[in-house]
């Protein structure tokens, strides 16, 4: 009971030393074991401290936090991995590979049979199976179905029949209930008689015969209170509570509004089904957030950076042909006019800057109300008033850094006209991009699509193209 | 008590409709205002329904939590914003001003005298204090430090002392300690005289006489033992304890791996200082990773959707600058070869194919080893590991795709050596983007710097300039 949330001091700090400990280990481990499967007559000393060698990585890994272990097997490049991963007792199998990576995750199981997973899976529970189960072979599934008991197994095919961004697939069902026609004393006895409560634990469900929701008893209002009062005289009736198929998101949002550290999910008619703690809303923001880093970088999903060449490539496509096809417009636009690049080569050198400024400026339009939109902050009456407001600081932007650069490029080319359409051209693809940074992000939410995800390469491909074409057509127009 | 931690269900979906009554509300209002400011002979009904909106929009608030209210006025036009502001109850101004953003702080701030800002001040703890004194002006943070008595004015000095990434500047003072040679029925008996229990405590410190921390008390293993044993006899003794020069970062990943909901701070001695919660690092994950959200968006900090138009060119005035003078470099680069660039126009149009697929590329090299970095993956052992996989990638990249835009360059304009060279700029280009990707965020943090920030900014400026002078070099190498 007492190692159960600790691992010492300075946890960080002391993560790095682990990691570098095991890499030693392994280091040392593989060149014994060259020694003792060198040819010629077997080296009883070289295969003795072999042996030595691996118990003493056994050792230091059956000290470690579960969680740490999985810190560990996520730095390890794929052949250590493995090494460690079969020194790992079976009994912690489980835990461990709900805290790695998807990605490392995935090649752990890849290298277990049938037997070691259900092993592994019977560990948990059945929320923490719902999360596996997506990684795991169709028959594997089945037959952990099988094994579980009828509350469990319902339990499970609940969870896994949410998507994954509803409040269902990541609530979990280890909650303590209690009646509210009972007085403290009782509960309090109650939780003796339990001797474990749940982790993240802070409040408990107050139902009524119906297993209908009535409220909920803090556990420090249990602890201050007089023992001989009722569960019903002390509980608070209006609790948040949540539905299986709210937003994830939101719910996250909620958490951190209100400071929950634990609350219920209760179905249409009131009736309690789950518990959302938490730390899984942690997850959940860290998540959220991954997946807009990732996206924004041009990756389509989180990559082992030990993942091979292959992996690697076809994580990365998916962005790179779109860029590809966008850049290839872009270039059309230019094609276009080819005849006045060779009358003014200076066009060429100087288009860049128009398309680069407008993606800058695009993005920063669309960075702000992405964050406005997640957060609830923006209306459609306000979008009026924000695309006012974007086009005012693109037109000034355009004057001052438009005029900037056509002083530059009047004095560099000695063209006054020159430098009058490049102001021009700049101001206009900074009002382009301010108008789409404003429209591309409602419109995607407008649609229901997340605007987080793909509204910068939009952007920037509008505005590649449409700095060229404008460029490039003023001065056609005015120069040629 | 009972409305401490509540608003009632479906919080996100009934955040909305709070804000949608209260603009309805100050909408009416503002009509009603109008019609009662008329010129001509007192209207006295308008005066009085302009009274009774006013009412109903203050009992409307006043039924909010306080991070609801905040959340409203983070969504409300300035004027709106103003008017919500002024119907808050002065008791709840502290409060409300810890919720609201940055930006919304500030211009709340500065619509307060200081006999306001003092008393709102008041309702606060020496830990709210601290997040909010770097705000306030020096006259008010003095004179709030003589009205606080001896020891809170210590806590507020010491939490202004720290970083505002440390875990001294971010921890609180609200722990309640017991001794390790009583009893679990007298802890349980203190808790009872003491009242109440601060938010967010899930454990109670065990501290000896010289405040030095023993161990500490999980309310829930205080409720699951015999009351009879004694407390040293249950506690933990090796918590996870920080120290308040810590990287709040950090810290926050050890919560989430161990999920922590609250942990001691202790000085070098092992002293009790502080605490940290799960609530304050759910704070600093959702900033880490705006800040990150932000600067990649090439904003400088966090922007108030309705902030002025000044505001707003002075946020994004510093990126775009560096912007400039990126892509004016890269301008110049194209400058050196508008000889080739007049023989041979095509090169005009396909040059921002090769650098634009290079900052695609490199963005997402960057993205990964970032990440991988942030969390701890990345060791200087796998650095060379790393780099070697990248250019095997980047080559990979550079033979497919520059290989399919070398044909396609080839069928527009019928040069299979424009094809060519295409294909080899792209490959280079690709392989300079591997090189850097890796190198840059490594660089930054040899120097002390948060890779996360610039970086992306960085790698796009070298492949524009990097893939313009490799694709125009070798064309004019080999093609003029």
Redesign the interface.
Known sequence: ????????????TQ??GH??RV?DMLDRHRLVEELANREGPVDHEAVEVHRRTLAELQAQIDKL?P??VA?IL??L?PEDRLSVWNLVKADRDGEILLEVSDAVRESLLADMDAPEILAAAEQLDADELADLAEDLPDDVVHELMQRLDAPEREQLRSAMSYDEDQVGAIMDFEMITIREDVTLEVV?RY??F????P????KLFVVNSDNVLTGVL?????????PARMVSDV?????????PD??VA??A?????????SAPVVDVDGRLIGRLT??A???V??EE??A???S????RED?D??AS?WK??RN?WA???I??V???I???V??LF?GS??KL?????????V???GG??G??T????V??LA?????P??AT??LR?EV??AL??GLV?GG??GM?AWL?YGSAALGLVMTAAMTLNLLLAALMGVLIPMSLIRFGRDPAIGS?VLITALT?SGG?FIFLGLATLFLI
């Open positions: 009971m007492m190692t159960e949330i600790e691992t010492g001091t300075r946890p960080t993560l790095q990691l570098a890499s936090h969680a740490d810190h996520d730095a490049p309090l939780l003796r339990l001797k474990e409560i982790e993240q634990t802070d803090p556990l420090k209002w249990l602890l201050v209170n007089d509980m608070a009736v209006d609790a948040n509570t949540f539905h709210e937003d939101e719910t949002q909620a958490f951190e509004r209100y400071d929950l550290i938490i730390e809303m942690v997850d923001i860290r957030s991954d807009e880093t990732l924004r970088g041009g990756l990559e950076i030990f060449v690697s490539l990365r962005w790179l042909a860029n590809l966008t850049a290839f872009a270039s059309r230019i094609g080819e690049i060779t080569v200076a066009l060429a050198a100087l288009m860049p800057i398309a680069g400024i800058n400026s993005n920063q669309i960075t702000m109300i964050r406005a957060l609830g902050q923006v209306s009456a306000s008033r924000l407001k005012i600081v000034m932007n850094w900037v650069i530059v560099l910068s590649d060229f």
